[in-house]
């Protein structure tokens, strides 16, 4: 199975920061990489497929980058309602793997 | 507007086979992976398996061995049974819908054989596992 491998497991940030988290993948996955953002009790939403595809109605603040082993998701100023739990995701290879997730807390 | 509701028990007893449904409302049921993921402390995000319209199957080879997943495209709903559950069942579980990649082939546009995202979720139903 792939690895995928995330950082850092938590994160302070305040409201107008740019944060960037990092997702690692044991091999090469090319650009199969997605991010996910979750909240509280919610089902996770999928933010940005293809490594730095932004879907359908998320804010131009996310954006994502990288190829092959090594992915980044970056919110260029932080609001409010984005302070959640991120996970990437692999599509390369199935069984299909998650990141174990970088929680975003409020500083 | 697409939108996954789920049902199933909650509460299960070691041994036991855990059974949920999804019903998917709107958009093609055709032209996607029908998807199982589940979420619990300990493992974190953990894809299941997914069945197309057509009944293929793709699982997770962990769970192989227990896992059934079936379709019903007369009411266009999954379902998902897990058999001899354990407590390491215990998880939030969620069905998915799998979205082909398009690729561009000269002058065809063509789906992947896989899913390549999941973009619409049920909202995911708590499956406890205890004696």
């Known amino acids: 199975d792939i690895q995928m491998t995330q950082s850092p497991p938590s994160l302070s940030a305040s409201v107008g920061d740019r944060v960037t988290i990092t997702c690692r993948a044991s091999?090469?996955?090319?650009?199969?990489l997605n991010w996910y953002q979750q909240k509280p009790g919610k089902a996770p939403k999928l933010l940005i497929s293809a490594s730095s595809s932004l879907q359908s109605g998320v804010p131009s603040r996310f954006s994502g980058s990288g190829s092959g082993t090594d992915f980044s998701l970056t919110v260029s100023s932080l609001q409010r309602e984005d302070f959640a739990t991120y996970y990437c995701?692999?599509?390369?290879?199935?069984?299909?793997?998650f990141g174990q997730g970088t929680k975003l807390g409020i500083k | 507007q697409v939108q996954l509701q789920q049902w199933g028990a909650g509460l299960l007893k070691p041994s036991e086979t855990l059974s949920l449904t999804c019903a998917v409302y709107?958009?093609?049921?055709?032209?996607?992976?029908w998807t199982w993921i589940r979420q619990s402390p300990g493992k974190g995000l953990e894809w299941i398996g997914e069945?197309?319209?057509?009944?293929?199957?793709n699982y997770n080879p962990s769970l192989k061995s227990r896992v059934s997943i079936s379709v019903d495209t007369s009411k266009n709903q999954l379902s998902l049974k897990l058999s001899s559950v354990t407590a390491a069942d215990t998880a939030v579980y969620y069905c998915a819908r799998g979205v082909p990649r398009i690729t561009l082939m000269v002058v065809v546009m063509v789906p992947s054989s896989t899913p390549d995202s999941f973009d619409n979720w049920g909202q995911g139903t708590l499956v406890t596992v205890s004696s």
């Open positions: 069945i197309t319209h057509r009944g293929s199957t």
């Open positions: 709107g958009g093609s049921f055709s032209d996607y992976y």
């Open positions: 091999q090469n996955i090319k650009n199969y």
């Open positions: 995701q692999q599509s390369y290879n199935s069984p299909y793997t």
